[in-house]
């Protein structure tokens, strides 16, 4: 499995933007597809946005489309999310996973971050 430590959250305000980043351990990196999911209290952690090893194929959820941008940088180990017009509803903790897999599905993820908070104030 891969370790993942994720940074880049804070509070911001509505129509701001924030880039979260993920930095993942191993040298077989670039093997694993990858995607940031958010969770609130009380829900269930959603999907946001995933992309393939290579990074040619990418996926958002409907609700963050246009604004949200994921992105990888296999040399340094990097993953992305620059999040930009952020809105009060985009509150959450955002994960940062791996899967052996391309997919979507947070059951198909079997490496987790330890999640970074992202406030949009309105």
């Known amino acids: 499995q891969v370790q993942l430590v994720e940074s880049g959250g804070g509070l911001v305000q509505a129509g701001g933007s924030l880039r979260l980043s993920c930095a993942a351990s191993?040298?077989?990196?670039?093997?694993?597809?990858m995607a940031w999911f958010r969770q609130v209290p009380g829900k269930e952690r959603e999907f946001v946005a995933a992309i393939s090893g290579g990074g040619g194929w990418t996926h958002y959820a409907d609700s963050v489309k246009g604004r949200f941008t994921i992105s990888r940088d296999n040399a340094k180990n990097m993953v992305y999310l620059q999040q930009n017009s952020l809105k009060p509803e985009d509150t959450a903790v955002y994960y940062c996973?791996?899967?052996?897999?391309?997919?979507?599905?947070?059951?198909?993820?079997?490496?987790w971050g330890q999640g970074t908070q992202v406030t949009v104030s309105s």
């Open positions: 996973a791996a899967s052996p897999r391309i997919s979507w599905s947070r059951t198909d993820f079997g490496s």
């Open positions: 191993g040298r077989t990196f670039s093997t694993y597809n």
